[in-house]
């Protein structure tokens, strides 16, 4: 790997940890198996893409898609506790009309921002630096300082008690249904300012942009957790964010080695793949047959170097 | 302190299903006293408790709380006053966050709850000098998950959560009925310790008719719905377990098949 797409896998990364954490929230600490994403994700590219277009200030555009996020979640919140529908359905709603919304706020599929202004232009302009390694740097430090306030926020009081409520509402005690809205529409915010991001450092929005963020940011949180395996809500949050880095590692290590053969379209399934295989290896049985598998592979492995010896 | 007036509860109402948990109760209980709940099972001893902390709907009448009517008022807004425990020690507490933070959970309950760090170096040392009371260890185990500790443990913690913000009502629904004996006794010592050092109000639901006697100021008997027999001061010191099974039989016209209560 060169040292540029090696940036450009941290970049892609960092920008997809702020889906994950979004996930994190949503399906970890509220138990709200959450949908809106993959149309928030868009939602955010769409309104920062147009908003840029239109030549309003990359970080109005930035703010506003973050707003267009709460929105979201608030929608799926509001349809799920006063509406009573069940969860994954009403995060599906709002999903389904996320894509006639987004369609409407880019009045076509996709929207350039080829050679307009984004927050990541001033990089260039006033420090020189060329785009593959000013962005990634920025957005880390930017990453860096929200996943620091999403850990203290997690760690207050009002925090604290949002998590007890996702993980035993009757102990909780504590006004359930507004930590739900509180919850989601920060989760959605978190995805909607991953997919603004995505948009002006790719240069572009897409309609289809936001398909599959659910997925690979639960595969960042899965990574997370099977790499810190701790009880302190901060370090899951740090492995969340590490989690994702890896695995856009994992992913553009995947897609760039012609042996496997594997184009970028089949990204998603990869993705589908990889969450099904880590899902399946928290249920015991799995656990012990990919054991056996793995000491017969061993076993064979040593039984072949003896015959070669 | 706590009235109950005509309470009705009625779950699943105008279906087949139809339940009639709670059948016209009314019960004034005094500050400071300790009721003993008892009766067979589906008498409506948790629903009882669940009317007072706002858990289960009331159908008709009225439920107050220091003179306030709080029959509308949901289980969050009367937690800064109701301080419960239940039979199930995954219930009171949540597994999935460590043991500090469980505790920091019980302490602000009831209370506004801020952007301001949930534990600090303060609540830890309060935190610690509480748990110690349990003399179990389980103080120097603060940054541990509350999954990692046995039923009893957690019950044992669950009272200390209980007392741990101040109230005035402690709600015990059969807390001691999923542990092993010795734990058990353990759990009913230190609930008796924290009743009279934190003076609270106290109904405490069993299936012993033996606990109902030992413990408390007044023992109350459900059936179906209704109270079938209220004790307290001399009749009560008096009282065995034997006579409360023929008190029951006598008011119910029938004998008492259930194992649980016999045996006890």
Not at chain 2, 8 to 35: H, K, M, P, W, Y
Request: glycine content about 10%.
């Amino acid at each position: 790997m060169s040292i540029i797409s090696v940036a450009g896998a941290v970049e892609v990364g960092l920008i997809y940890s702020l889906v994950s954490l979004g996930i994190f929230l949503a399906f970890q600490v509220l138990s709200f198996q959450d949908l809106t994403a993959d149309g928030s994700f868009s939602l955010g590219a769409a309104v920062a893409a147009t908003m840029i277009v239109a030549g309003y200030n990359p970080w109005t555009a930035t703010v506003v898609a973050v707003l267009a996020g709460f929105a979201a979640g608030l929608v799926t919140a509001f349809l799920s506790i006063r509406v009573r529908i069940v969860n994954l359905i009403a995060s599906m709603l709002t999903l389904t009309a996320l894509f006639s919304i987004n369609l409407r706020i880019m009045g076509a599929p996709n929207v350039a921002l080829l050679g307009k202004n984004t927050i990541f232009t001033p990089l260039g302009t006033t420090f020189g630096w060329p785009a593959w390694l000013g962005n990634p740097i920025a957005i880390f430090v930017g990453v860096s300082v929200l996943t620091a306030l999403f850990a203290w926020f997690m760690k207050s009081e009002f925090g604290l008690a949002m998590r007890a409520t996702g993980a035993n509402p009757r102990m909780a005690r504590s006004s359930t249904s507004l930590h739900i809205y509180v919850g989601l529409a920060i989760a959605n915010g978190f995805i909607a300012l991953g997919g603004c991001l995505f948009a002006q450092s790719n240069s572009f929005a897409d309609i289809t942009v936001g398909v599959g963020s659910i997925v690979a940011g639960l595969a960042a949180v899965i990574l997370g957790e099977a790499l810190v395996r701790s009880g302190n809500i901060v370090w899951v949050i740090v492995g969340t964010v590490i989690g994702s880095v890896l695995y856009r590692f994992a992913v553009s290590i995947a897609l760039e080695s012609e042996w496997i053969g594997l184009s970028a379209g089949d990204l998603n399934l990869v993705t589908a793949v990889l969450v099904a295989v880590a899902m399946m290896l928290r249920i015991p049985r799995f656990r012990a047959l990919s054991r056996k598998l793995m000491q017969r592979f061993n076993q064979k492995a040593v039984a072949t170097q003896r015959s070669g010896a | 302190m706590i009235r109950l007036s005509n309470v009705q509860c009625t779950f699943n109402r105008d279906t087949v299903l139809e339940t009639r948990a709670l059948r016209d109760i009314s019960l004034s209980i005094a500050a400071g006293e300790f009721v003993t709940v008892i009766g067979s099972n589906g008498a409506g001893k948790s629903t009882l408790l669940s009317v007072m902390s706002g858990e289960a709907p009331v159908t008709s009448g009225k439920v107050e709380i220091f003179d306030v009517d709080v029959t509308k008022l949901p289980a969050h807004r009367r937690a800064s006053s109701i301080a419960r425990v239940f039979q199930d020690p995954l219930m009171g507490t949540c597994a999935g966050l460590t043991i500090e933070e469980n505790m920091a959970m019980a302490a602000k309950r009831g209370q506004l709850r801020g952007a301001a760090l949930a534990s600090n170096r303060t609540l830890r040392s309060l935190f610690r000098e509480e748990l110690s009371k349990l003399g179990l260890g389980i103080e120097n185990r603060l940054g541990e998950l509350m999954g990692m500790l046995s039923g009893g443990q957690r019950q044992a913690v669950s009272l200390i959560m209980a007392s741990l913000a101040k109230s005035d009502i402690l709600l015990l629904d059969e807390h001691t009925s999923a542990l092993d004996p010795g734990s058990a006794k353990f759990v009913l010592e230190l609930t008796d310790r924290i009743v009279s050092e934190k003076k609270l109000t106290t109904l405490m639901v069993t299936h012993s008719m033996g606990l109902a006697l030992q413990h408390g100021t007044r023992t109350i008997m459900l059936d179906a719905g209704k109270i079938i027999m209220d004790l307290s001061g001399a009749e009560r010191r008096s009282a065995t377990v034997e006579d409360l099974l023929s008190m029951f039989t006598k008011i119910r016209g029938k004998v008492i098949d259930e194992d649980a209560l016999l045996l006890a």
